[in-house]
């Protein structure tokens, strides 16, 4: 685990308040009952190790919740643990889910623990640390868990019935809904390790039985392949498939208690859409009974499968080789992505459809603009190369003049109207004519080629995403429809000025979240 980082337990809040920078109404989420991990951001003067979190300004802190866990601390035994710091992770070979009983422990922890301590209470249902970050001032989940789960969403609606939701592929959490209270289950994990898919099983029996409760029909990703759709069929129960990207949506109104009608921005890795191709950010019109697809990023060929997830550089190759052909060797040498070699190969699974498939991911985009940026060309972990990407933007803003950003957000905003990358044009499956909206403008520069700067070398494409990720507006997310290629440019690190190509419509999404315990941020589309 050379690059993911460790959570850490610390004593007491003067602790915290030592070692981080606390947002405020964060000391209270810290020591509240529930005792989620919060990200925090780590102060230059602090004692953690920098392996705790490589590369990275955070930190997810935790406080003691179990009297164990603060006997660790203080315990009367004369000896001095010389520290207020432990490094915290969950009992389990990576993948695997956490040990639940001492059998499961000595199989796959003695090889990796000097000591192992037991307990006559028994697990019954595995609960991972809830994670939750600040974003403008106010708290939003990013996992769900302990002290959290299986605590119910309640819908005003008069729901009748039971049903299960199995969840989908990655980072796996399944839902029991009696009428009209829906019950969360804590995080199981990933299932791509069939122990996983056996804790699922268990954990949906556990929590049938602890809510007295018979699911009448199982829901699950319309996935062919996914191991979740095989628990949902073994079940003996009707089996009802579920677009991915429309079950985000979905659940975000379940949340917020909503059924009428939405546009929902769904953005993430992988998804199964109804065209067979691999969907990750959608733009959504959907209601509690169907939706329709209104738009995507352009979509592009993702090669490599799985390796192509973890290697951000053969989908920049893959991107660059259909935008700018012949040139794409110079670019791509100029980038310095891959050898010329590799590229080649890349081209050739790109063109002869040898294990690659049309995407609209969202995340391998950022992963993308992350290898082109030179931030990360590969991750370690899941979503490194666009959080660090991220890492990198907020890091720009805060070391920046306050007149040089604010510059750069006035040119942004004043022509958030003119804003076309690659990014976006209506979807080819159920896709809405946008032609009431909008009128084609003949105006647009010809495609400029990547400049050469005299210093850090920004592609146009990254300072978009830099854009999106202040949170200030997502203009890059949608792009004119009569824009099928992208401007790429380049910029300095300390002075910003894309030349955007004009366009004839408006585009903004704002972001929001619902709920201090959000556990998907929500989206507003606006066409003006």
């Not at 915290?16 to 509240?32: S, T």
Request: with cysteine; net charge negative.
């Amino acid at each position: 685990r050379p690059s993911k980082p460790f959570a850490v337990m610390m004593r007491d809040l003067s602790a915290v308040r030592r070692e981080c920078e606390i947002p405020e109404h964060a000391e209270e989420l810290l020591d509240g009952h529930q005792k989620p991990i919060v990200l925090l951001k780590k102060k230059k003067d602090g004692r953690l190790a920098d392996s705790v979190a490589p590369d990275n300004p955070k930190a997810g802190v935790m406080l003691p919740y179990a009297p164990l866990q603060m006997l660790l601390f203080d315990y009367n035994d004369g000896i001095d643990l010389d520290t207020d710091c432990l490094v915290m992770t969950s009992a389990n070979v990576s993948g695997a889910p956490i040990c639940r009983t001492d059998e499961d422990a000595r199989a796959e922890l003695s090889d990796m623990c000097d000591i192992i301590l037991s307990h006559n209470r028994k697990i019954l249902i595995r609960a991972d640390d809830s994670v939750t970050d600040f974003y403008k001032g106010r708290p939003y989940m990013i996992r769900r868990s302990r002290g959290y789960a299986p605590l119910p969403y309640m819908m005003s609606r008069g729901f009748r019935g039971s049903v299960l939701a199995v969840g989908g592929e990655l980072k796996n959490t399944f839902c029991v809904a009696k009428n009209q209270l829906f019950y969360p289950s804590p995080y199981v994990g990933d299932m791509a390790d069939i122990r996983t898919v056996k804790a699922l099983e268990e954990t949906i029996k556990r929590m049938e039985n602890l809510l007295e409760t018979e699911p009448e029909i199982v829901a699950c990703d319309m996935h062919p392949k996914y191991n979740t759709a095989a628990v949902a069929e073994e079940q003996g129960l009707p089996v009802l498939r579920v677009q991915h990207h429309y079950a985000h949506i979905l659940s975000c109104m379940a949340e917020n208690d909503y059924d009428g009608d939405v546009i929902g921005a769904s953005f993430d890795g992988t998804g199964y859409g109804t065209d067979g191709t691999v969907w990750g950010s959608e733009i959504i019109r959907a209601d509690a009974h169907s939706f329709e697809r209104l738009g995507s990023i352009t979509p592009f060929v993702h090669v490599g499968g799985d390796r192509g997830v973890r290697n951000g550089w053969m989908i920049a190759a893959s991107m660059i080789n259909a935008i700018y052909g012949d040139d794409a060797t110079h670019m791509v040498g100029e980038l310095g992505l891959c050898s010329e070699s590799e590229r080649k190969l890349v081209q050739t699974m790109a063109g002869k459809g040898i294990n690659a498939v049309k995407s609209t991911s969202a995340g391998r985009l950022f992963d993308a603009v992350s290898a082109i940026a030179g931030v990360r060309r590969e991750a370690q972990f899941e979503g490194e190369m666009s959080v660090t990407l991220m890492f990198r933007a907020q890091e720009f803003e805060e070391t920046q003049s306050a007149e040089t950003v604010a510059a750069a957000d006035r040119e942004i905003s004043s022509r958030s109207s003119e804003l076309s990358a690659y990014i976006c044009s209506p979807a080819q499956s159920g896709s809405h004519d946008m032609s009431a909206e909008l009128t084609q403008d003949s105006s647009f520069p010809a495609r400029s080629s990547l400049e050469t700067s005299s210093n850090v070398r920004i592609p146009y494409a990254a300072f978009l995403m830099y854009t999106s990720l202040s949170g200030e507006i997502l203009s890059p997310v949608i792009s004119h429809p009569y824009r099928p290629e992208p401007s790429v440019m380049a910029g300095t690190s300390d002075v910003v000025n894309p030349m955007f190509p004009k366009t004839a419509g408006v585009f903004t999404i704002t972001l929001c979240t619902a709920s201090p315990v959000a556990s998907f941020s929500t989206a507003v589309l606006s066409f003006e």
